[in-house]
């Protein structure tokens, strides 16, 4: 017995010693190459084996291998695949992964892409992955919703009619840039989603710069810059085809081919969709076709051309007027309930509709000039086509409705039940029936087209091995087309239209211009220049920018201009603006960063404020600059489970653009520029991921803003030419909360992997603090706070499910948002008394669904 436990004995630890030997422990730290940004979550699997790791937030991995040589397979989304081999014990110091697509370095330098423990700014960064996992059918800056200080909603619900508010700031004052060429409206500095239907299906990563931004080009944003850099084209042959199914007959089918690099250094990328479907809100069937197309060259190791094209032509119904509670609860439709839809002779008619076709097309040239000395030029057009549909035509007198505000549109006369869709055919049998006096109610069309031009360059030359020299140069040309057509005369032969004083009683037709026609040219010259430091544990920079906005237009209806020639075309308004910034950041350790950042600027009223009665008589050639003052400061901490984020920022907004017109005389108009309307947005944002297992991600954030206007702006006198006071302005909006914003978010996320291509994710987004909208200029008297809208929280669930189908890598996701279809109100406007019962509001959407595939090859 005793030999038998001994021989026992024996055997147990010669396995024990040959199992030990033929294991072996591999330790290193993934890094994206050229940027060294740490890969959190990449797969290092041992080949041939299910035995894997991922990488923690510094990028470190430690995998103990089943066999004592052998190959480590290292993949990331959007980086190539990398195989090294080992032997025995390793410790393989830093491995860099490439970028999977040409030209994406190149890119992210043009479009100021911060990096983690070294910009000093607060940032948060999607990537295309997580772009694709969660957004299913929710307007694309729905995705940013978990983002500290980021509210998002769907607006009217109408496709790609979502809209988004930044620390507090609208689209009119956060840069969006996509691939670091801004696409807010020149004129006017809005954002229109819905030109953009297409761009989540090509975007590579999604970045949120809050405050200051990293922003090097001369783009004044207030609240922060949205930063979308799209794909280029794949190093590596292959691509993909999908499809969604979602509610309200939601469906979405699309295609990506890549050739991948040649030996002759070209690749070639292509991708398209088409969504279309009903809408969750009542008249807002929708269709799109979005594209993109990448042709990359590699010349030599010194010059690269990337053309890339890409847009989305959509159409779709909108709901453009918010409604009284009381009415959404007396309508059968409830939540879904709008007004600016109806039939006609049996089909769906739009009152209010929007469509657009803006394809942006881009060349881009990448120079390495030498070892330290590179210049990266982006060559940009942009055509934008379309508008948005709606009414025409007097009808007061006509219908019996004088003096109460109604028209056939939106009387209850003309509904089909209570609170139904508009009886279109008994407007047409009306209208027919006027036969000389032609249409008393039509639809049409107000037209914004515009061509844009611009180009951005950016030079970038490393002074010695700590200091980089970053300069540039940002020209824009851009002319907007602003017209209404007559689009549907509903039965009639023509309409009057008397609004050109050159074609007065004008019996328009369908397709001729009516109520105003004009163009509007804006200029933009912007210089940057910016020095970064980086040595050790300490990375800063200061950026200056100037630039000069100019202004003019051209009107066609306005001025008789057989009388007032000289109206036909304004002079040119020029505008300077100015901004610095600078910040540092310091790692403490490999574990801690504080930073701080500073900057002012001054950024030129918009086109509206210069040309402020829409001719070229009254005109506000000294319309005052906007002043910011913003800073912040941050603490970052990175650990092998734990990733942290908390900042404080104080932005004071001062003499926001704040114009009133009075009537100086029964001949003359007058302007104001009211100055003193200010206010400070500040607040405290915190971020964290943790991984407290290899299956496990939980992820949350919270933001606490307290943003008011900070003063009454009390007897402005207004003069007249003979300096005489013809009026006195009040504006009483002291301590009011800054609206139309949630002030107070909270987020928490789960991404938990049930297998090894199954996982399931779960995120709670609470929203509180939100005011109803009003504008300063109407608080003429002192008046209650704006009301203040219910607090709402929605949960969203995602499951994906990975596996082989036939030569395919497959992909089942199904996706449901607002899990517990939670009734609340997304966006208000305020009413008489600050109450809900005289409040405007929209209602976000209740539960919905979406099932999608994907065959990837």
Do not use: C
Not at 201 to 218: E, F, I, N, P
Not at 385 to 390: L, V
Not at 614 to 621: A, H, I, L, R, S
């Amino acid at each position: 017995m005793k030999k038998t436990t001994h021989f026992l004995m024996v055997v147990s630890v010669l396995l024990f010693t040959v199992t030990a030997m033929s294991q072996s422990t591999i330790t290193g730290t993934l890094l994206e190459a050229k940027t060294s940004i740490p890969l959190l979550g990449a797969n290092v699997i041992e080949k041939g084996t299910s035995n894997g790791v991922t990488s923690d937030f510094d990028g470190n991995f430690s995998i103990t291998t089943q066999n004592s040589t052998g190959e480590l397979v290292i993949t990331y989304v959007g980086y190539t695949t990398k195989t090294i081999a080992f032997t025995g014990d390793m410790t393989l110091g830093s491995v860099e992964l490439e970028s999977s697509q040409v030209g994406l370095d190149e890119v992210q330098i043009i479009a100021s892409v911060a990096v983690d423990r070294k910009t000093p700014v607060a940032v948060s960064t999607i990537r295309s992955a997580d772009i694709e996992l969660k957004l299913g059918t929710q307007e694309f800056p729905e995705i940013l919703k978990s983002t500290p200080g980021v509210y998002a909603t769907k607006a009217g619900g109408g496709f790609g009619d979502g809209r988004i508010n930044l620390r507090g700031f609208n689209s009119e004052n956060v840069a969006v840039m996509i691939n670091g060429v801004p696409v807010n409206d020149m004129e006017n500095g809005r954002v229109f989603w819905s030109n953009w239907a297409g761009l989540s299906d090509v975007t590579s990563s999604m970045q949120v710069q809050r405050g200051l931004g990293a922003s090097k080009v001369a783009v004044p944003s207030i609240g922060g810059t949205i930063n979308i850099v799209s794909k280029t084209t794949d190093v590596e042959e292959g691509g993909n085809v999908y499809t969604t199914l979602a509610n309200d007959g939601y469906l979405k089918y699309g295609f990506t081919y890549s050739t991948g690099l040649n030996d002759k250094g070209f690749a070639a990328t292509i991708s398209g969709s088409k969504t279309e479907g009903d809408g969750y809100v009542d008249g807002t069937e929708f269709t799109g076709i979005s594209y993109f197309i990448n042709l990359s060259k590699e010349f030599n190791d010194q010059h690269t051309l990337s053309f890339t094209a890409f847009g989305a032509k959509q159409r779709h119904g909108q709901r453009q007027n918010r409604q009284l509670i009381e009415t959404f609860r007396q309508s059968e439709r409830g939540i879904k309930y709008n007004q600016d839809w109806g039939y006609k002779n049996g089909q769906v008619t739009h009152i209010e509709d929007n469509f657009y076709h803006k394809p942006q097309i881009s060349l881009n040239h990448y120079w390495t000039i030498s070892d330290k000395s590179s210049l990266s030029t982006a060559a940009y057009v942009s055509f934008g086509s379309g508008g948005g549909g709606g009414t025409l035509g007097s009808d007061l007198e006509a219908t019996g409705f004088e003096g109460d505000g109604r028209s056939k549109f939106t009387s209850p006369d003309y509904r089909i039940g209570n609170f139904g869709p508009l009886d279109f055919d008994r407007i047409v049998d009306e209208n027919k029936s006027n036969g000389a006096f032609g249409s008393s109610a039509a639809l049409r069309a107000s037209r914004n087209d515009h061509n844009w031009y611009g180009v951005l360059s950016t030079f970038k030359t490393d002074l010695n091995d700590n200091l980089v020299l970053l300069a540039g140069l940002d020209f824009r040309d851009y002319k907007g087309i602003h017209f209404r057509e007559v689009t549907d005369l509903l039965g009639g032969q023509f309409i009057i239209n008397d609004d050109n004083e050159n074609n007065p009683l004008f019996a328009a037709q369908v397709g001729d211009k009516v109520d105003y026609h004009d163009e509007g040219f804006v200029g933009w010259l912007g210089g940057f220049g910016q020095l970064e430091y980086s040595k050790d544990k300490w990375a800063g920079f200061v950026s200056l920018s100037v630039s000069n906005t100019s202004y003019k237009r051209k009107d066609y209806f306005s001025h008789d201009l057989s009388v007032n020639p000289e109206l036909f075309e304004s002079d040119r308004y020029n505008f300077f603006g100015f901004g610095v910034k600078g910040g540092a950041n310091y790692n403490i350790d490999d574990n801690h960063n504080v930073f701080a950042n500073l900057g002012y600027f001054e950024r030129a009223a918009f086109f509206d404020a210069v040309f402020y009665n829409f001719n070229n008589e009254d005109v506000n050639p000294d319309a005052e600059n906007q002043k910011i003052t913003s800073y912040e400061i941050g603490y970052g901490f990175r650990g092998e489970k734990l990733s942290a984020n908390i900042n404080l920022y104080r932005t004071a907004w001062r003499d926001r653009t704040e114009t009133e017109t009075f009537q100086l005389s029964p001949e003359e108009d007058g302007i104001a520029n009211i100055l003193g309307v200010n206010a400070i947005h500040q607040g405290i944002e915190l971020d964290f991921v943790y991984r407290p297992t290899d299956k496990l991600r939980i992820n949350g954030m919270a933001s606490f803003g307290d943003w008011r206007w900070e003063n009454d702006v009390l007897g402005v006198q207004i003069f007249n030419e003979a300096q005489e006071v013809v009026e006195t302005v009040d504006l009483y909006i002291s301590d009011l909360h800054v609206s139309d914003a949630a002030q107070t978010t909270f987020a928490l996320g789960m991404n938990y992997k049930l297998g090894p291509e199954t996982n399931i994710v779960v995120d709670y987004n609470y929203f509180a603090d939100i005011y109803a909208d009003f504008d300063p200029s109407d608080r003429g008297e002192p008046g209650p706070d704006a009301w203040k809208m219910p607090d709402y929280g929605v949960f969203d669930v995602v499951m994906r499910h990975g596996f082989q189908f036939g030569p395919f890598d497959a992909q089942l996701t199904g996706r449901i948002n607002n899990l517990f279809n939670t009734e609340y109100i997304a966006d208000a406007d305020d009413g008489n008394g600050s109450l809900a019962q005289t409040a405007l509001v929209y209602y976000g959407f209740g539960r919905t669904f979406s099932v999608g595939a994907k065959f990837n090859f």
